[in-house]
């Protein structure tokens, strides 16, 4: 049996494509005002609970400042980001991934459990060796998958002049513009973090990488990823 199925693949390749443009796209965007504010309006610096660092070209999209032209590239990558979203959890739970795989269950909360996530980290342990995902990883996934994924997608839509008219409750539950704002940002660089861990941990383990290019076997009691 295929470990990581076709879906799994495509998705998690064009989503670190996406992600990386609308990171980079975004970091030009924060350079047009580098206040964060919560509520419905923020203008004036003094007003705000964060001041973001200018970030330097090499690091935005396009790697000057052009805010028209990032918001382009913003725009494009959302669809697939969004739109992939969509499709692997309506493929995780189609093929039984997410109940097989990340499903927590109530021991994974506990200090036992995160005791079990870090035997399997030691020498010898299973956390690199595709033997199912230990009780840290299912918790882990399931924010990214269950929160700050789905976090960005709606407090995107919530900042966007063109999606708020058609459905101002959403800028209202989010507590206002500026706090969807806010939301988006932090989801932003909680994605940004997981998504350096998780790069440094398959560069360690050069197969895991392998894997989720060709699919890879996985043997009895081996979880998809």
Do not use: C
Not at 60 to 80: E, F, G, M, S, V
Not at 85 to 96: E, H, P, Q, R, V
Not at 171 to 177: F, K, Q, S, T
């Amino acid at each position: 049996m295929i470990r990581h199925a076709l879906s799994t693949r495509a998705w998690h390749w064009v989503n670190a494509a996406a992600f990386i443009v609308l990171f980079m796209s975004g970091l030009n965007i924060s350079n047009a005002h580098r206040y964060l504010y919560w509520g419905d309006y923020g203008y004036d610096p003094a007003d705000a609970w964060l001041k973001v660092m200018r970030f330097p070209g090499w690091a935005t999209l396009p790697q000057h400042y052009n805010l028209a032209a990032a918001r382009d590239w913003h725009i494009l990558a959302a669809w697939p980001f969004a739109l992939g979203l969509l499709f692997i959890w309506a493929a995780m739970l189609a093929n039984g991934h997410f109940r097989r795989d990340l499903m927590t269950r109530r021991s994974d909360w506990t200090p036992a459990g995160v005791l079990a996530s870090l035997r399997s980290h030691s020498p010898g342990g299973t956390a690199n060796t595709g033997h199912g995902y230990n009780p840290a990883q299912r918790i882990l996934y399931g924010l990214v998958l269950g929160v700050l994924l789905p976090v960005m997608v709606f407090t995107g839509l919530a900042i966007s002049p063109g999606f708020e008219p058609a459905a101002p409750w959403l800028v209202d539950l989010l507590g206002g513009r500026q706090s969807a704002r806010s939301l988006h940002f932090l989801a932003a660089w909680g994605i940004f973090g997981f998504f350096v861990i998780h790069a440094v941990l398959a560069l360690v383990q050069w197969r895991l990488i392998e894997g989720m290019v060709f699919g890879a076997r996985r043997q009895e009691g081996q979880a998809d990823g």
